[in-house]
């Protein structure tokens, strides 16, 4: 059968199924079962007769969709907030793993910008950060302690205080998305400069380690939650640029919904990043270097095991299903 024909012939069940997916037409999950065998059916088929097609990319999109909604309405899965971390999350974030990528690329670049134009220009570090904080962790590192700006607080004043400004970043980062994905790069870029002329400022200052072992205790909870908040963005500003078979304006349903819920699987983070930041990171001076760089490892594998590996394990159980479904 000539494609075209295959096309014409399924187009309608397809569109039915996709409005059953992204509409909630139906709510019967065995009805909806039904409808996804004859979706994979239709998958093998195009991937043996038109191994190159753009349908292909359509219907594994679709079947990927498909697969999340069906094991989130089985009426085994009593615990959907489990479904959401363990699965759900999961699979969308494989599905737009190169928007991982890009951000991680995007936060690289602007990093090393940040680095060089410090090292290039004495005056940029002061243009970033402002010269009352220069000037204060100057002091601070001249009185022995290159992070007592963390102690200036009360534990749980800094942490109310620092939570509001992380979610106040993190939801620009993802909202200003809509604008094409321009302004979670513009986010994305500052606050990669400003972290790049950051600890270039505590290497001038002859305490770079000893800023890392401190810092990075919330920034890698803080940080790495920042560049998957920009990607959530790019990903929403990606559904309104290219919206491939769909219309736009379904495209923008599917990128928003996918993209908001990476967006609010960074918010546990988020708020352990503030804990840490409020409750820990104020005594780094004083605890022991295995302890602080302990933290970091942990911190830093937990989350990059969450969105770097963890993905690629679901869908490989999603791909062993898929085949034998």
């Known amino acids: 059968?000539?494609?075209?024909?295959?096309?014409?012939?399924?187009?309608?069940?397809?569109?039915?199924?996709?409005?059953?997916?992204?509409?909630?037409?139906?709510?019967?999950?065995?009805?909806?079962?039904?409808?996804?065998?004859?979706?994979?059916?239709?998958?093998?088929?195009?991937?043996?007769?038109?191994?190159?097609?753009?349908?292909?990319?359509?219907?594994?999109?679709?079947?990927?969709?498909?697969?999340?909604?069906?094991?989130?309405?089985?009426?085994?899965?009593?615990?959907?907030?489990?479904?959401?971390?363990?699965?759900?999350?999961?699979?969308?974030?494989?599905?737009?793993?190169?928007?991982?990528?890009?951000?991680?690329?995007?936060?690289?670049?602007?990093?090393?910008?940040?680095?060089?134009?410090?090292?290039?220009?004495?005056?940029?570090?002061?243009?970033?950060?402002?010269?009352?904080?220069?000037?204060?962790?100057?002091?601070?590192?001249?009185?022995?302690?290159?992070?007592?700006?963390?102690?200036?607080?009360?534990?749980?004043?800094?942490?109310?205080?620092?939570?509001?400004?992380n979610m106040r970043v993190a939801i620009n980062n993802y909202f200003w998305g809509i604008f094409g994905g321009i302004g979670s790069f513009l986010v994305l870029m500052y606050n990669s400069i400003m972290v790049g002329s950051f600890q270039y400022m505590f290497y001038e200052f002859d305490t770079f380690w000893a800023s890392v072992r401190g810092i990075w205790i919330h920034g890698s909870f803080e940080i790495f939650s920042m560049v998957i908040e920009a990607a959530a963005g790019l990903i929403l500003g990606a559904s309104i640029l290219f919206p491939k078979t769909y219309s736009r304006l379904m495209s923008l349903k599917i990128g928003f919904k996918d993209s908001f819920k990476i967006f609010l699987s960074t918010i546990p983070f988020t708020i352990g990043a503030a804990f840490l930041e409020g409750y820990v990171t104020r005594y780094s001076n004083v605890m022991p270097h295995w302890l602080s760089i302990g933290i970091i490892l942990t911190t830093l594998g937990l989350i990059s095991f969450y969105y770097l590996i963890y993905p690629f394990i679901v869908h490989k159980k999603f791909k062993a299903a898929h085949a034998t479904a």
């Open 1 to 165: 059968m000539r494609e075209v024909a295959f096309i014409k012939q399924n187009k309608e069940k397809w569109l039915n199924f996709e409005e059953a997916i992204f509409g909630k037409t139906l709510k019967n999950p065995d009805e909806l079962a039904t409808l996804y065998i004859q979706l994979v059916n239709d998958l093998s088929y195009a991937q043996t007769y038109y191994p190159k097609s753009k349908t292909i990319l359509y219907l594994n999109n679709l079947a990927a969709k498909a697969f999340q909604k069906i094991y989130k309405t089985k009426r085994q899965d009593t615990n959907r907030f489990v479904h959401f971390w363990k699965t759900e999350v999961p699979l969308i974030v494989y599905d737009y793993k190169r928007y991982i990528l890009y951000a991680f690329i995007i936060f690289g670049i602007f990093v090393s910008i940040g680095v060089l134009s410090s090292a290039k220009d004495e005056n940029f570090v002061r243009l970033i950060l402002s010269d009352g904080y220069v000037n204060q962790t100057k002091e601070n590192i001249e009185n022995g302690n290159p992070l007592a700006i963390y102690g200036t607080n009360t534990n749980w004043g800094t942490f109310i205080g620092i939570l509001y400004n």
